[in-house]
């Protein structure tokens, strides 16, 4: 048993750098995206004021989907969950 719980934490001590390195190219894609189709309309600003403000997670996918649409932008899922996971971070900070 012992020998499983050493197995476990050895993996578990492994892999954590490359989940924060993944984590981190994720947000980074999803800035980039961000940064070359969204701004060219609107600066971050819209994402902290009251009026405009999304309410949760869903109204940001909601957001993102609509405006890829109007742009004709073909972004994958991750790309989308990127973006998402970029503004939450940057601007959001709703829970998960």
């Known amino acids: 048993m012992r020998a499983t719980h050493l197995l476990l934490i050895s993996v578990c001590v ?17 800035m980039n ?9 609107h600066e971050s600003r819209v994402h902290i004021r009251d009026d405009r403000k999304a309410k949760s997670l869903q109204e940001i996918r909601a957001y993102i989907q ?5 742009e004709q932008l073909d972004w994958t ?6 973006v998402l996971q970029y503004l939450n971070t940057e601007y959001y900070k709703y829970s998960k």
């Open 66 to 70: 609509r405006w890829i649409n109007v």
């Open 77 to 82: 899922e991750s790309e989308i969950d990127d």
């Open 33 to 41: 995206l961000y940064e070359n189709h969204c701004t060219k309309c």
């Open 14 to 30: 492994c892999l954590t750098p490359s989940l924060l390195l993944a984590q981190e190219a994720n947000h980074l894609r999803g």
